[in-house]
């Protein structure tokens, strides 16, 4: 029986005691190989939730496992698994793309030949090889998106979180962008995607799950959820579900 | 190899910013530069940088000229004269506007007053061997004044009190002469010979200047012996500047929160910093000394002499970097922003200068701030550093500042990871 990639049982987490909790009884569960997207308004919680299964926010109540580790027990372990693409360009600017991957793959505990090997490999297909001695500070936007992609799959992580991983770039860079994730997910890797650009979403994700307050609201192979709402796209499943638009929900 | 990859970041960062850079090493050099410069002209004040005197004599007797003789010679002052029909007021402004250090006014009756003194002393002195000696008073009164001291406003007192000094020493030379001349005259009834004059007023208590210190190597005091040490101090904790801000920078920035989802500790980031900047410290210890030795006596500032104990300098300047980089790593882990950590760092370290004697000596501080210097790193730095390049001391001589310095330093390593572990990072 496979693992599920993610496991999340009863969490409940909020930001301060006073506040009102932005998780209460939340579950979920995603398996190994699919890609997820998880999508909602501002505020609905997908990035806290990103946060919480990343480790990077704790919590006190329920439960996360990753590939069957509690990510509260066997965060070494855990942390090792996953790969994180975040919203926010997280390099250092001043450095070159090589620089970068050299240190971060240090921080995976990848070996110097390693590093080089898979670095070599991502400039190649993320089509970095005549940028990557140069420092990132000089790049543009899209090409910038690439190399925080690279860094979170230098590691060939069996999990990769990536928190609108192609926000601000051209449909160039975004097809590329797409194309290299589902390569990703054809060679194993479980993708957790979070975005406002619900037309890549319908291009990338197989299982989505829809968050309005902290709460799933729809959870299903994308096809068949269109299908049981009568439904052509994200944009009209959510106002089906809502009544309200994506963006003033 | 994840030690080394970091260290190798942070040192590629350190080296692609040009002004932090500058910052960390040009201007130190300028501020050691700059003060030792305006010290040494300071310490010359008797040598060849005379402090400048403006003279009027408005005596018409001998005894005024032997006392502006006795001026020039005394190798204190650079004289100018002015014009005997000026009055005090203009003497006034012209220290004001020709910035002289003083103005001496000697009133016309000076001689005559001098000699009057004389007079009276020798009488007494001839009446107390049963002598018969003449005590009348002169035309001037004696304790008129006919001396005037001018001085500007900007001068230390001890300056003032310097040039007073050898104002007196010079009227007590010639007064003292004119007593023995009387005398002489009285008792022999023929002048008193130069060579006598001479050998009676010769300062036969040579006065034997012994440098304190705990080695047996003389060496030279001056400026840069004194500011190159103290300022290579203020340099290392100058630091702050770039460290604790590169910690809020880091913090702040995304490559933080990649970091967290690692699975490496945050602590091998802390480390690795520590290594840089300690090295940084280093270098500039390594080239402000350089400056000293070589520069320095190109522009025509004294050498610096390194202490004999050059094992004992590089331990107290490695303890010394160690203890102002945890002192930053202190700021930065505190500071919310880099303004805050800028801002704090900058000011703290200028008052734990001021603190410590850097700025000030500790010597004139009051007594309410002395128990203040111990909680000033800068203090101890400093005490070590002027024990072996003031005193010729050897490592085990300065023993207690490096005790000193080692418990301020993991005081500030304690504090720092407590806080990492108070939020989670380590």
């Known amino acids: ?249 | 190899m994840k030690l080394a990859a970091t260290i190798k970041k942070d040192i590629l960062i350190l080296l692609r910013d040009r002004v932090g850079l500058l910052l960390m090493f040009l201007m130190p050099l300028f501020l050691v530069l700059i003060v030792t410069s305006i010290q040494s002209s300071t310490f010359d004040i008797v040598g060849k940088n005379r402090i400048s005197v403006l003279i009027c004599n408005k005596d018409t007797g001998r005894l005024s000229k032997d006392f502006v003789h006795a001026l020039d010679t005394s190798g204190m002052f650079k004289l100018t004269y002015i014009g005997t029909t000026v009055t005090s007021q203009q003497i006034t402004e012209e220290i004001r506007s020709k910035d002289y250090v003083a103005g001496v006014l000697i009133e016309n009756g000076f001689s005559g007053q001098l000699q009057a003194a004389a007079k009276q002393t020798s009488g007494k002195a001839l009446q107390s061997f049963g002598l018969e000696g003449d005590t009348t008073t002169a035309s001037m009164p004696v304790g008129e004044n006919t001396l005037n001291l001018y001085y500007n406003p900007v001068i230390q007192q001890s300056l003032k009190l310097s040039v007073k000094g050898v104002l007196n020493s010079a009227v007590q030379i010639i007064q003292s002469r004119e007593t023995l001349k009387d005398l002489y005259f009285s008792i022999n009834e023929a002048p008193m010979p130069d060579s006598l004059q001479n050998e009676m007023l010769r300062n036969n208590a040579n006065i034997k200047e012994i440098q304190v210190g705990t080695g047996n190597e003389k060496i030279v005091l001056n400026a840069s012996q004194h500011n190159v040490p103290a300022w290579t101090i203020f340099a290392m904790f100058f630091v702050v500047m770039s460290l604790g801000s590169n910690i809020v920078k880091e913090k702040s920035s995304g490559s933080f929160i990649r970091l967290k989802t690692l699975p490496t500790n945050y602590f091998v980031a802390l480390l690795s910093k520590q290594i840089t900047y300690l090295a940084v410290t280093f270098l500039q210890a390594f080239i402000i000394f350089f400056t000293g030795i070589y520069l320095f006596p190109l522009i025509g500032l004294p050498a610096l002499q390194l202490p004999q104990d050059i094992i004992g300098l590089i331990i107290v300047t490695l303890i010394s970097g160690w203890c102002a980089v945890s002192y930053a790593l202190c700021v930065g882990v505190f500071a919310q922003t880099q303004e805050q950590a800028n801002g704090f760092g900058a000011v703290s370290i200028v008052i734990l200068s001021i603190l410590g004697g850097l700025m000030i000596p500790s010597f004139i501080m009051p007594e309410s701030f002395k128990p203040l210097m111990a909680i000033s790193p800068l203090h101890w730095c400093l005490q070590a550093y002027y024990g072996l390049f003031l005193e010729g001391g050897t490592l085990r001589d300065v023993g207690i500042n490096i005790l000193s310095l080692i418990i301020i330093t993991f005081t500030l390593q304690a504090i720092v990871l407590l806080e990492l572990k108070r939020k989670k990072l380590i």
């Not at chain 1, 400039?123 to 140069?134: G, Y």
């Not at chain 1, 990132?136 to 992580?157: D, T, W």
């Open chain 1, 1 to 249: 029986m496979n693992v599920p990639a993610i496991k999340i049982e009863h969490l409940g987490f909020s930001y301060d005691r006073q506040g009102g909790k932005i998780f209460s009884d939340f579950s979920l569960q995603v398996n190994t190989g699919e890609r997820f997207g998880l999508f909602g308004p501002n505020g609905a919680g997908k990035t806290t939730l990103m946060s919480l299964m990343t480790g990077l926010l704790p919590f006190n109540e329920g439960n996360i496992e990753i590939a069957g580790y509690s990510i509260k027990n066997n965060n070494k372990t855990v942390k090792q698994y996953f790969g994180f693409v975040p919203q926010d360009f997280s390099f250092y600017e001043e450095l070159t793309p090589a620089e970068n991957l050299e240190f971060f793959g240090a921080w995976y505990e990848m070996d110097k030949k390693e590093i080089k090997t898979r670095s070599e490999e991502l400039f190649n297909i993320l089509q970095l090889d005549t940028v990557k001695n140069n420092q990132v500070k000089k790049f543009s936007g899209g090409m910038k998106r690439k190399v925080n992609l690279a860094i979170g799959v230098l590691h060939k992580p069996g999990i990769l979180f990536l928190d609108e991983p192609t926000v601000g770039v051209d449909v160039q860079t975004r097809y590329e962008i797409i194309n290299y994730l589902k390569l990703l997910n054809t060679n194993g890797t479980t993708l957790i995607y979070t975005s406002h650009q619900l037309s890549e979403a319908e291009a990338l994700c197989n299982k989505i799950a829809l968050i309005h307050h902290g709460k799933i609201i729809a959870f299903d192979s994308l096809d068949k959820l269109l299908e049981e709402h009568k439904q052509e796209g994200l944009e009209g499943l959510f106002i089906h579900l809502t009544g309200k638009p994506f963006d003033e929900a």
